[in-house]
């Protein structure tokens, strides 16, 4: 089992930044990919960076350039450094780990970007 506690949300204004952090911890700790998804009122649920502990990174077009996704993997923790935040982030952040083939997700972080 892997619990999985995500911080760093909050209220921003446009053009401002924030950074998400989703540290795991468990009896058994193998993390493969390590992903951060976002979900708006009323929208599903979307992919907005993946991580895999090879390096490999992948970005939602909406935020290329301006989020950025990195993990350490000694601490089992994800990071999500967003920047020129706009309102049309506004939404819960939720991480996602795959640990030993399983998934798991965070509770969510709620961002909001507004003046």
């Known amino acids: 089992q892997v619990q999985l506690v995500e911080s760093g949300g909050g209220l921003v204004q446009p053009g401002g930044s924030l950074r998400l952090s989703c540290a795991a911890s468990g009896n058994r700790i193998s993390i493969n990919s390590m992903a951060w998804y976002r979900q708006a009122p009323g929208k599903e649920r979307e992919l907005v960076a993946a991580?895999?502990?090879?390096?490999?990174?992948n970005y939602a077009d909406s935020v290329k350039g301006r989020f950025t996704i990195s993990r350490d993997n000694g601490k089992n923790t994800v990071y999500l450094q967003m920047s020129s935040l706009k309102p049309e982030d506004t939404a819960v952040y939720y991480c996602?780990?795959?640990?030993?083939?399983?998934?798991?997700w965070g509770q969510g972080t709620q961002v909001t970007v507004s003046s």
């Open positions: 996602l780990v795959n640990n030993f083939g399983r998934p798991y």
């Open positions: 991580a895999t502990s090879r390096g490999g990174t």
